[in-house]
Antibody, heavy 117, light 107 residues
């Protein structure tokens, strides 16, 4: 069974940093692109970043220069390093497996990031 | 960025009804459209891709249609498990965007 498990969320002050992890299982991780999608409280879904098996990376303009996505194929894990966090980054962050470029067939349960002083 | 606009924002319906949600793109996205279902406190669930292809395991009462800029999600014979929020999402460009969501609630 395909499974994604996020971790690393928490409460952080504005300007702080946090690293999210997403452990994948049940599929050939190295050949699939992986993404992060977030959802602010009571709001809709927002794509954050995507990394291909080849290493090609894309970011939303709202996080470019502050967030870094990476992957470790030996650990079947994708990461999201978040720096210079702002209140507007407060959201549930979902890890998702790509079925195609920028479309996702499997999602994790999400991890909550709260940016507040 | 391509803007996605869903209508209505909220839809009240009864079990057994057929409901239709519309999604419009600000420019042509060919058939690069997906639909997701989300229930409170849960992750989105993938329903449809390429505008009309049903994901494996999704009940056949869900169907999608459209191309270019106008798309629809139809749920035939609404079931209790279908009351949720539905999102369309375009993947025509490397800046994927979602509609604002349509909440299907019990009348």
């Amino acid at each position: 069974e395909v499974h994604l498990l996020e971790s690393g969320g928490g409460l952080v002050q504005p300007g702080g940093s946090l690293r999210l992890s997403c452990a994948a299982s049940g599929f050939s991780f190295n050949i699939y692109a992986m993404s992060w999608v977030r959802q602010a409280p009571g709001k809709g879904l927002e794509w954050v970043s995507e990394i291909h098996g080849s290493g090609t990376i894309y970011y939303a303009d709202s996080v470019k220069g502050r967030f870094t996505i990476s992957r470790d194929n030996s650990k079947n894990t994708v990461y999201l390093q978040m720096n210079s966090l702002r209140a507007e980054d407060t959201a549930v962050y979902y890890c998702a497996k790509n079925i195609a470029v920028a479309a996702w067939d499997v999602w994790g349960q999400g991890t909550t990031v709260t940016v507040s002083s | 960025d391509i803007q996605m606009t869903q209508s209505p924002s909220t839809l009240s319906a009864s079990v057994g009804d057929t409901v239709t949600i519309t999604c419009r793109a600000s420019q042509s996205i060919s058939s690069w459209l997906a639909w997701y279902q989300q229930k409170p406190g849960k992750a989105p669930k993938f329903l449809i891709y390429d505008a009309s292809s049903l994901e494996s395991g999704v009940p056949s009462r869900f169907s999608g249609s459209g191309s270019g800029t106008e798309f629809t999600l139809t749920i035939s014979s609404l079931q209790p498990d279908d009351f949720a929020t539905y999102y369309c999402q375009q993947y025509n460009s490397y800046s994927p965007t979602f509609g604002q969501g349509t909440k299907v609630e019990i009348k």
